[in-house]
T-cell receptor, first 117, second 116 residues
């Protein structure tokens, strides 16, 4: 099992450009998440999808959109990148906590390091 | 709003020492608490998860405790090794059914260096 995979690993954008960060998991998890990690701010939740077909805003959703394409894939889109969106982006997945034998542990991808000039 | 604080921000110890990392949270209405490890340039790896009804969890040389009423958790690492050098983060999950759903609130982490 590859676990949680993210592409690309690194990206440099100019202000105003758009891009989509891709995330896929092969653990048959129901829930998926997008976080950003910034020095002095810790990890903050951008959006999450509790199950296929649903998405909800997290703590810092402004400037982002998400798509839960299917159970495996959850993408994050920056429509018009800004320097404030320079960060490391992590995707994570977990079982639905209501399932029997759910560990509720979140499994993280390796991250995408995004720089917006 | 839940806030999670980790003290100290950085810690350097000699190999073999036992150490304790601290995590505190402001809202005791949590579902569970997790400790993660993050190596430089890598993602997070879950170490231990403590349900709100539990007092502690153990995995090898790691022991995590939870005192929900006081809003505190500790991660105890026994006989530390250079390979333990990493950033350790704690995160709390709110009760199910609230609008915050499955979201985790993270602390900023403690950067641990174990010197040979």
């Amino acid at each position: 099992n590859a676990g949680v995979t993210q592409t690309p690993k690194f990206q440099v954008l100019k202000t105003g450009q758009s891009m989509t960060l891709q995330c896929a998991q092969d653990m048959n998890h129901n829930s998926m998440y997008w976080y950003r990690q910034d020095p002095g701010m810790g990890l903050r939740l951008i959006y999450y999808s509790a199950s296929e077909g649903t998405t909800d805003k997290g703590e810092v959703p402004n400037g982002y959109n998400v798509s839960r394409l299917n159970k495996r894939e959850f993408s994050l889109r920056l429509e018009s990148a800004a320097p404030s969106q320079t960060s490391v982006y992590f995707c994570a997945s977990s079982d639905h906590p209501g399932l029997a034998k759910s560990t509720d542990t979140q499994y993280f991808g390796p991250g995408t390091r995004l720089t917006v000039l | 709003k839940q806030e999670v604080t980790q003290i100290p921000a950085a810690l350097s110890v000699p190999e073999g020492e036992n150490l304790v990392l601290n995590c505190s949270f402001t809202d005791s209405a949590i579902y569970n608490l997790q400790w993660f490890r993050q190596d430089p340039g890598k993602g997070l790896t879950s170490l231990l998860l403590i349900q709100s009804s539990q007092r502690e969890q153990t995995s090898g040389r790691l022991n995590a405790s939870l005192d929900k009423s006081s809003g505190r958790s500790t991660l105890y690492i026994a006989a530390s090794q250079p390979g333990d050098s990493a950033t350790y983060l704690c995160a709390v999950r709110p009760l199910p059914g609230e609008t915050s759903g499955s979201r985790l609130t993270f602390g900023e982490g403690t950067q641990l260096t174990v010197n040979p």
